[in-house]
T-cell receptor, first 114, second 119 residues
Framework: NAGVTQTPKFRVLKTGQSMTLLCAQDMNHEYMYWYRQDPGMGLRLIHYSVGEGTTAKGEVPDGYNVSRLKKQNFLLGLESAAPSQTSVYFCASSRADVDGNTIYFGEGSWLTVV | AQTVTQSQPEMSVQEAETVTLSCTYDTSENNYYLFWYKQPPSRQMILVIR??????QNATENRFSVNFQKAAKSFSLKISDSQLGDTAMYFC????????????????FGKGTHLIIQP
């Protein structure tokens, strides 16, 4: 019963490096999301996807790119990491056919940019 | 755009006491959903309770209940008989209804309340 799985769980990057966070869900959900959580800020939406091949910007999209080539996967990319991107990243997914449906979260990925 | 405000950054109560966490929100929508999520030190996001705005009856889940005041745009969480395992960050969150064009753009969160249950 995997649910939403994020890899890697921990990563330290140097400023300017690039990396990709992978999110996989096995619940056949249409909607997928990437959030970031910073101290005192709650969770903020970076990007989201309503289905395979589609993505949209959330509240804080700058510095990130995403792709949804397969329904079950949602990738978050940092092309040139900055210290301001040090954060905990959460992937989430939900069904599209139920109004107000529960959003299921992964366990988080800790990213430190030095 | 919606905003969610949690005015209590931190609260501390004794075990077995009842505690109420506050949440207010601002929206022009009439159809929406409200949630409380719990985040223990493990950082896992756990759904505690869910409320449909069109329902007047307050949602309850065992020791957790809400006081939903739609006109006042208030959505507080009451935890009865608090336990040590309730120690966590609690986030209030808002989701627009599909009817209002929402759903796909996920949740809007408050900044959270750190709840500490003292033995």
């Amino acid at each position: 019963n995997a649910g939403v799985t994020q890899t890697p769980k921990f990563r330290v990057l140097k400023t300017g490096q690039s990396m990709t966070l992978l999110c996989a869900q096995d619940m056949n959900h249409e909607y997928m999301y990437w959030y970031r959580q910073d101290p005192g800020m709650g969770l903020r939406l970076i990007h989201y996807s309503v289905g395979e091949g589609t993505t949209a910007k959330g509240e804080v999209p700058d510095g990130y790119n995403v792709s949804r080539l397969k329904k079950q996967n949602f990738l978050l990319g940092l092309e040139s990491a900055a210290p301001s991107q040090t954060s905990v990243y959460f992937c989430a997914s939900s069904r599209a056919d139920v109004d107000g449906n529960t959003i299921y979260f992964g366990e988080g990925s800790w990213l430190t940019v030095v | 755009a919606q905003t969610v405000t949690q005015s209590q950054p931190e609260m501390s109560v004794q075990e077995a006491e009842t505690v109420t966490l506050s949440c207010t929100y601002d929206t022009s929508e009439n159809n929406y959903y409200l949630f409380w999520y719990k985040q223990p030190p493990s950082r896992q996001m756990i759904l505690v309770i869910r409320q449909e705005a069109y329902k007047q009856q307050n949602a309850t889940e065992n020791r957790f209940s809400v006081n939903f005041q739609k006109a006042a745009k208030s959505f507080s969480l009451k935890i009865s008989d608090s336990q040590l395992g309730d120690t966590a960050m609690y986030f209030c969150a808002f989701m627009k209804s599909i009817i209002s064009g929402g759903g796909a753009d996920g949740l809007t969160f408050g900044k959270g309340t750190h709840l500490i249950i003292q033995p």
